[in-house]
């Protein structure tokens, strides 16, 4: 198997062919692992650094592709998962709303409408 895995291939395969490749890629890693406890070459340690790497590659690709399939499955429904929604900073998540922040109760529309801002013209010198 090759040490190194460029992401760009991992994006048009399948779930199962991901989780193959995953089990390949962790055996693969194991052996290495074993051989380096019995004493291997020196050359074993880059190429047990690349699996892991590429493990992570993996495990990554098919993660976001879960992720997008969630997104795509909460897309019309009323309420997001915790961990989809757009993260922020927690003041800006407790803020009013847009909507909550333009409603005026029924005595402040009547307060607007029967004495309004007064207009002054200012004479300028």
Known sequence: MSSKIKTGSLWNKNKEDLKNQLVELKTELGQLRTQKV??????????IHDLRKSVAR????????QRQQLRLFYAKKKYLPLDLRPKQTRAIRRRLSKHEASRVTEKQKKKQTHFPQRKYAVKAD
């Open 58 to 65: 993996v495990l990554t690709i098919i993660n976001q592709k």
């Open 38 to 47: 019995a004493g291997g070459a020196s050359s074993k340690l880059t190429k």
